[in-house]
């Protein structure tokens, strides 16, 4: 049997779910410029995708189980900060690159992180 997730779980998931896609987006463009800095760009938007769609699929995990543990649950809090981290990071390059696209990105990054430091372990229990 598995459990109903909270409302800010389902949310976060889905927020990590459209960062993971819009850098996926992002990182062909960047391809296909081929200067230094795109390139560089490149590898944080690959870095940065996974590692939201990392953190989507280990919420999804732990919300589904009927009685997570209190370690598995502070792995996924772990695991959201983490992700959180990289969203800023990324929104930061994502800015220096100046175009009105990697702005919105970078935009949806910080919203990403937001959710991801909300997440705790109070927030993983079902709705």
Same mark, same amino acid.
Request: charged fraction near 20%.
């Given at each position: 049997?598995?459990?109903?997730?909270?409302?800010?779980?389902?949310?976060?998931?889905?927020?990590?779910?459209?960062?993971?896609?819009?850098?996926?987006?992002?990182?062909?463009?960047?391809?296909?410029?081929? $200067?230094?800095?795109?390139?560089?760009?490149?590898? %944080?938007?690959?870095? =940065?995708?996974? #590692? &939201?769609? !990392? +953190? @989507? *699929? /280990?919420?999804?995990?732990? $919300?589904?189980?009927?009685?997570?543990?209190?370690? %598995?649950?502070?792995? =996924?809090?772990? #695991? &959201?900060? !983490? +992700? @959180? *981290? /990289?969203?800023?990071?990324?929104?930061?390059?994502?800015?220096?690159?100046?175009?009105?696209?990697?702005?919105?990105?970078?935009?949806?990054?910080?919203?990403?992180?937001?959710?991801?430091?909300?997440?705790?372990?109070?927030?993983?229990?079902?709705?």
């Amino acid at each position: 049997m598995t459990r109903q997730m909270s409302t800010e779980m389902q949310q976060c998931i889905d927020m990590c779910n459209k960062c993971h896609d819009k850098c996926e987006q992002m990182l062909s463009r960047c391809m296909e410029m081929r $200067s230094e800095q795109s390139m560089q760009m490149s590898m %944080m938007l690959m870095s =940065c995708a996974e #590692m &939201c769609r !990392m +953190c @989507a *699929d /280990m919420m999804m995990r732990c $919300s589904s189980m009927t009685k997570a543990g209190a370690d %598995m649950v502070q792995m =996924c809090v772990r #695991m &959201c900060g !983490m +992700c @959180a *981290d /990289m969203c800023e990071m990324s929104a930061d390059m994502c800015r220096q690159m100046g175009a009105k696209e990697m702005t919105e990105l970078a935009d949806l990054m910080t919203q990403c992180a937001a959710m991801c430091r909300q997440v705790t372990p109070q927030a993983m229990q079902p709705a």
